[in-house]
């Protein structure tokens, strides 16, 4: 009898193959959405689980600058020694970006990433339970290695994941973890601070990152697709090499645009006769504004098709604010206005190596890009402190940071250039 029903079967195929054609077809789309969608669903969700990886290192580095005051009493040191420690958590960045990369081809992402999260924790356990400050100087190093090699390794996966498909959107949402990150930790941690003391800080932090940690090793899986670790021995070839570069330091000079506003402008308002208070309240506008609106610079590049002007527009109108704004008393306008367009560049811009990148070098790519990102952020607030010692006035700073902004247009053009001969670039800025 079944014998007899599948023959019947099999010759009602024969009888009318256009009918059943069509129905199968619909069953192949119908089963093929359901597969897209579920592979959409996934990745964002993936994105998520980086985000907040990420902040951990955000939250992690304003941990210090949250508790300055408390610090400084804690320990008897004043707030030079204090500014230093803030700057040590990017330090390895120099010595460990590159080398990360490689670390990451060798073991891959994810043992990587959790190895980055244990050293953020060994850092802050450190740091939490030392009364010695040359310890808190050793823990902040730890935590600082384990942070850059994390940061290089997450933005590689960020691309594994999205490359080609609405990655400006994806790289601008995954930046935003950062000023989330340290707004989180201006709420948080001077509360914890001054009820349980400094040790507490450092102990919430931990246990953020311990969090954070089992989030990734529970819920994190690479794309189908990715390239194993094993395989990943191909090197740069020249012109992809060159065009990291130019996006790295592309990258740098941008987020030194962006250091200068909340390094120098406090100082700058000061001058003006601000109290310190309203000024450093009235700049962290711009840095909560930005938390809503650069994501929406990667979206517009992903919708429009046309990353690079949103690139090129965002970074001109940028430096027009900057300039504005250290020679105008316009000044909540501007840092409105800062906070509203000066994150547009953000996504467009973190999306460039994985233009030019494929699979298998995205990790020692990144490695290269990062290399780049904090060799410039280590020299640019140092030319920005210069030129306003030089001038004796913090906006020298701001028109500083006008210039390196200016030169982030010149650079896409440069990196379009080479590109252009790269294999892998698929859509051209």
């Known amino acids: 009898m079944v014998f007899r029903l599948g023959e019947a079967n099999r010759d009602a195929k024969l009888a009318y193959p256009q009918r059943l054609t069509h129905a199968d077809a619909a069953v192949t789309a119908d089963a093929a959405i359901s597969i897209g969608s579920k592979a959409l669903r996934n990745r964002w969700s993936i994105l998520a689980v980086l985000f907040v990886v990420r902040l951990t290192m955000a939250f992690q580095f304003q941990s210090v600058a949250s508790v300055a005051p408390l610090l400084g009493r804690e320990f008897g040191v004043g707030l030079a020694d204090i500014g230093i420690l803030i700057g040590l958590y990017f330090t390895p960045g120099i010595a460990l970006a590159l080398p990360g990369g490689a670390i990451g081809q060798r073991f891959g992402d994810k043992k990587t990433v959790l190895a980055a999260l244990l050293l953020m924790l060994i850092g802050g356990l450190v740091m939490a339970l030392s009364p010695s400050w040359n310890v808190q100087i050793a823990g902040r190093l730890i935590a600082g290695g384990g942070a850059v090699l994390m940061n290089v390794l997450l933005t590689k996966m960020i691309a594994d994941w999205f490359a080609c498909k609405e990655i400006a959107t994806a790289m601008a949402i995954f930046v935003n973890s950062w000023p989330m990150g340290i707004a989180l930790s201006l709420l948080a941690l001077p509360l914890i601070g001054t009820t349980y003391g400094v040790s507490a800080v450092h102990l919430a932090v931990a246990a953020l990152i311990g969090l954070a940690t089992v989030l990734l090793a529970a819920a994190y899986q690479a794309p189908s697709n990715s390239v194993s670790a094993a395989v990943t021995s191909v090197r740069l070839d020249r012109s992809t090499l060159v065009a990291v570069v130019v996006a790295g330091l592309m990258w740098g000079l941008y987020n030194v645009g962006f250091a200068v506003i909340f390094s120098f402008g406090p100082s700058m308002l000061v001058e003006r006769g601000w109290s310190i208070g309203a000024a450093a309240g ?3 506008v711009g840095l909560w504004l930005g938390i809503v609106f650069v994501p929406a610079g990667g979206f517009l590049a992903d919708r429009t098709g046309r990353p690079g002007a949103i690139l090129v527009a965002g970074c001109i109108v940028f430096a027009m604010l900057m300039l504005i704004l250290s020679h105008s008393d316009a000044v909540i306008l501007t840092i409105i206005g800062l906070g509203l367009l000066g ?8 999306s460039l190596p994985a233009r030019v990148l494929r699979p298998e070098t995205r990790a020692i790519g990144m490695g290269v890009f990062y290399t780049l990102f904090y060799a410039a952020m280590m020299v640019g607030p140092v030319v920005g ?23 982030c247009p010149l650079l896409l053009f440069v990196f379009n250039r080479i590109a252009a001969t790269t294999p892998r670039l698929v859509e051209q800025f």
């Open 282 to 284: 009235t700049i962290s």
């Open 343 to 350: 994150g547009l560049p953000a996504g467009p811009m973190m």
């Open 385 to 407: 402190g210069a030129c306003t010692k030089w001038t004796g006035s913090a906006s020298a700073a701001f028109d500083f940071g006008a210039v390196v902004l200016v030169a």
